[in-house]
């Protein structure tokens, strides 16, 4: 089972460590977007990826689980941009840039930098199985607990 | 390419942060994966640290003001001046009108030097920022607990079964915190967040308490309240390890959960479910921070935290105490080692004349001086007054952090001779005759000790360029006035620390160096291996028994009233540090906010017709400053939020100081906001 | 001479050609809601970057006389913000391609992207 970015978003505390480590391992520009509700909002690598099916040069391939976006055949369109449902591409003035899962640093056995750097542990780079096991352990606690949850 | 290990240079936390370094230059950092605080996590703060390094606005050579503005000089002459126009000043009106201000963003070696140098030469007018934010922790755990420290580590906090946080705002100034307390949350701890403000830190909250501004003594007090009168108490830790508790219990007969929630605005259920919460669990833990401290009674407000802890027995074991979180890399280092007015190093007061002796002997001298020098705001004072003709600072910003700034400019405007020790042309500096630059973290090596009294070594990562460290400067500086005849390496140093403190005893440069995560002090001796949680079996006090102290509410130094009727609160943001030194010109992070903002609740904001985005004039009686306002329900009606790392901020703020802690109340002010700044909307 | 021949009714309006363009001879430009993209009548460069980048083959190479040609095009505003983002052709463009694979018109097709991360963010919150 192949890993995976996930999110925790009831651990986000809006603090911007992801954006700015992000922005550090790619040139100054974050692939990922703190939202002031406290959300960090980055490429899913879709499995059905509409981004995908606009491409018309191959910029963007799937590949082992993965959306991998090649700078070099990029037009600078903007036709992903208006396919992705998450608003998850950016535009930096003539090319299209999002998450590439830190490939530079997993070249090097490293973790992707966002799931590295997050104090909260509110975004891991784990398998979906592993990450749905524990989820689903704390609610199942949470509940019995009588705690009454506050998603604000 | 090699991966230099140092510890992050922002809050106190003591996060390790790895530097790449490749042919001598720092390329990018790395993230320790195998450290039992952060597990490789880094806050935005640690992760733009590098942008400090390399930064165009350093200083790069020692310069002198004159008329026509800077003169870079030699490190020598440099060197000469300060040490002549100290000598002068200590020779024409005696030692006491020298004033020094150390750092706790430095090294423990160098500011254990600092104030060697300070005291040999004859006052105890050393004192560093701790003055302005957890002193009423140093004095109020240190009467109640013996210590005034932080208990328990803070991965600990996944143990605890009930965390109660007071006046912190974690998740913002110390967001590895909030790892560990999600981490008891996911194994079903219940969190409760009391704050005036609702913050990232209060959305973490099981049960959240907005409480009015400077009224912690009275929810404290409410909660002990229904804990006695419930029956909760842990009677059998009372009467074994604490001493009087019958004045507490007798100062609360008359205090009940409806008079608490009278004062705090707090509904009355939500402080007995606290209450219950905290009392009942198996392992409770407090978190707080200057919300707590900054206020005229930050001494009692500790207290009163100490009180509840000690009453229900949360203290000694994994899981409880008390946690208050430290700002600065090394502001326990630094309160370790004695750049306190009133204390030597190891907290041994100056007017211990057996301990003092002790020291003395140690640095070759009969005695030092008895009576404790003026700390932070005191200093200033003086200097307003004449009695202090000179000051070196170092790493210091107090023209943006002391209360009242506006009295901070003109006391340091009227100095005969001002000398700033910075890596930047801080607001401080600007107003020097002389400025010297600085090695920053990762251009030096050396100790640091975080708020969980974990000991670590920071390596240097590259060579400094035209600059040299606190520690050098200070040596050069020694050797030059004739205090000793030779400059100090780091390791010697820190050797001398274990012969002046006992708690540092254990700790040396090899066994820091050999270790990835650490040593907690108290380490008496070389085979010890550290001291992760405090009053296990005895407290630190002379007779190993916890003391309470009766303590009751008292209204805050200044209420609304007709001119200025509504509060202002200060605090930190995330993307931004302290005076903003290290942040503001960090474009990393000062680009989340540019600019200083105020929040203000929509009711408010409707009343005054102001809108989001517009410019408008705060002022209180002590001075007035212009943000842009930001609407927003975090804040309730009547009260206003600004960060305080803009300049101009503190020229608001009340100079009233704790009595014993000497804190000044920060936190509570009345201001009025008037539409339009000087510059249009 | 080498003139650029554009068939105007092929074109989205979309930002291959002006992005892709490294000395910028074809310009893209938005203001209000309006997108005006202006082609020069010829171009010596040696290159055909903008004839191989276009989505829609609406940029072919001729001889002869040529004159420049400028589209325009109305920016559609986002269903939330207001704030205009795409152009008509462009989302006409889209849109099939992108039911195709998420079988289905998508509900957050009058979005723009900075608008969509804001839906999807509190849509997570509101699931926790």
Not at chain 2, 393 to 402: K, L, Q
Request: with cysteine; glycine share 10%; net charge neutral.
């Amino acid at each position: 089972m192949g890993y995976e970015v996930l999110v925790r978003p009831e651990r986000c505390i809006s603090c911007y460590a992801c954006e700015v480590a992000c922005a550090r391992e790619h040139g100054g520009l974050s692939n990922v977007w703190v939202l002031p509700q406290g959300v960090p909002i980055l490429c899913r690598h879709c499995q059905n990826a509409a981004c995908l099916e606009v491409c018309y040069t191959g910029a963007l391939e799937q590949r082992d689980g993965e959306v991998i976006f090649h700078r070099e055949k990029c037009t600078g369109c903007e036709l992903c941009l208006l396919a992705c449902p998450f608003g998850a591409i950016g535009l930096d003035g003539k090319r299209a840039y999002k998450c590439d899962l830190c490939s530079h640093r997993r070249q090097e056995g490293l973790m992707p930098a966002c799931a590295l750097t997050c104090p909260a542990g509110a975004i891991s780079y784990s398998c979906v199985a592993d990450f749905s096991h524990r989820k689903r352990g704390i609610a199942g606690l949470s509940w019995a607990m009588g705690y009454e949850r506050r998603g604000k | 390419m090699k991966v230099v290990p140092t510890i992050c240079p922002y809050c106190g936390a003591g996060c390790p942060l790895g530097i790449k370094v490749s042919n001598g230059e720092a390329i990018g950092i790395e993230y320790i994966t195998d450290h039992p605080l952060t597990k490789g996590a880094l806050c935005p703060k640690g992760n733009a640290a590098l942008e400090i390094l390399y930064h165009p606005n350093r200083i790069r050579s020692p310069m002198v003001r004159e008329r026509g503005g800077w003169r870079e000089i030699g490190w020598d002459e440099a060197l000469e001046l300060l040490a002549r126009r100290l000598m002068e000043v200590k020779e024409k009106h005696g030692p006491d009108a020298l004033g020094f201000l150390s750092s706790a963003k430095a090294t423990n070696e160098e500011n254990y030097l600092f104030q060697k140098m300070a005291r040999l030469l004859g006052t105890n007018n050393v004192d560093h920022c701790a003055r302005l934010c957890h002193s009423p922790s140093v004095v109020g755990l240190r009467k109640a607990l013996g210590s005034g420290t932080m208990t328990n580590p803070i991965p600990d906090l996944a143990n605890s079964r009930c965390i109660f946080i007071l006046g912190s705002n974690f998740a913002e100034n110390h967001p590895i915190v909030s790892r560990w307390v999600l981490e008891a949350k996911d194994r079903g701890a219940f969190v409760i967040v009391a704050d005036p403000r609702y913050t990232p830190t209060a959305q973490l909250a099981n049960l959240y308490l907005p409480l009015r501004p400077g009224t912690n003594i009275a929810l404290l007090n409410g909660m002990m309240a229904v804990i006695l009168r419930e029956g909760l108490a842990d009677f059998q830790f009372i009467a074994q390890r604490t001493k009087g508790f019958e004045a507490l219990r007798a100062s609360l007969s008359d205090f009940s959960v409806e008079k608490a929630s009278e004062i705090t605005g707090l509904n009355p259920a939500d402080i007995v479910t606290a209450a219950r919460a905290y009392a009942r669990s198996e392992a409770s833990a407090i978190i707080y921070c200057m919300g707590v401290t900054q206020h005229a009674t930050g001494t009692d407000n500790v207290l009163a935290c100490a009180n509840l802890a000690l009453m229900c027995g949360q203290v000694g074991r994994p899981g409880t105490g008390l946690f208050p979180l430290r700002g600065q890399n090394n502001v326990q280092g630094a309160s370790d080692m004695g750049a306190l007015a009133d204390l030597l190093p190891g907290y041994v007061p100056t007017t211990d004349d057996g301990g003092r002796r002790r020291l003395a002997s140690l640095w070759g001298r009969e005695d030092l001086p008895p009576k404790p020098g003026l700390t932070v705001v005191e200093m200033m004072e003086a200097a307003i007054e004449g009695k202090i003709k000179a000051m070196y600072i170092m790493g210091e910003n107090p023209a943006v952090s002391d209360p009242k700034a506006g009295d901070t400019l003109k006391a340091l405007e009227k100095l005969e001779f001002l000398a700033v020790q910075d890596l930047f042309l801080t607001e401080t500096a600007q107003l020097a005759h002389l400025v010297l630059p600085v090695a920053c973290w990762a251009e030096k090596s050396g100790s640091y000790t975080s708020t969980e009294r974990r000991v670590q070594w920071s390596e240097k990562a590259v060579e400094p360029q035209g600059v040299l460290s606190d520690l050098e400067i200070i040596g050069l500086l020694g050797k030059k006035i004739g205090l000793w005849d030779k400059t100090f390496s780091p390791e010697e140093v820190l050797r001398e620390i274990g012969l002046a403190i006992p708690a540092y005893r254990g700790i040396t440069p090899e066994r820091l160096k050999a270790s990835t995560e650490g040593i907690f002090w108290p380490c008496p001796d070389q085979s010890h291996p550290g001291t992760p949680i405090l009053h296990r079996d005895r407290f630190l006090t002379p007779d190993g028994k916890a003391n309470f102290y009766p303590v009751s509410h008292q209204p805050p130094k200044e209420e609304p009233s007709l001119n200025f009727p509504l509060i202002m609160t200060t605090g930190r943001m995330v993307a931004h540090y302290n005076s903003g030194a290290l942040s503001r010109n960090i474009l990393p992070l000062s680009r989340y906010a540019p600019s200083l903002w105020v929040e203000i609740n929509p009711q408010d904001a409707e009343e005054m017709g102001l809108v989001e985005g517009e410019r408008v004039r705060i002022s209180s009686p002590r001075g007035e400053v212009e943000a842009m306002v930001r609407i927003s329900e975090k804040v309730i009606p009547g009260l206003i939020f600004l960060p305080f790392h803009f300049p101009g901020v503190n020229f608001l703020t009340l100079k009233e100081l704790d009595p014993e802690a000497r804190i000044p109340a920060y936190k509570v002010s009345a201001c009025r906001v008037e539409k339009g700044g000087s510059h249009g909307v | 001479m080498r003139t650029l021949e554009v068939a105007g009714e092929k074109c989205i309006g979309c930002r291959a050609c002006s992005s892709i363009c490294a000395p910028l001879h074809i310009s893209l430009t938005d203001v209000g809601n309006r997108r005006t993209i202006a082609f020069p009548a010829s171009c010596e460069e040696d290159c055909d970057l903008c004839l191989r980048a276009c989505p829609t083959g609406a940029i072919a190479f001729g001889a002869g006389p040529g004159k420049p040609l400028t589209l325009e095009f109305e920016l559609i505003p986002c269903s939330k913000c207001g704030k205009p983002f795409a152009t008509r052709e462009e989302m006409a463009f889209v849109l099939p391609k992108v039911s195709k694979v998420l079988g289905g018109e998508p509900d957050w097709k009058g979005l723009c992207p900075e608008c969509r991360r804001e839906e999807s963010a509190s849509g997570l919150r509101v699931a926790i």
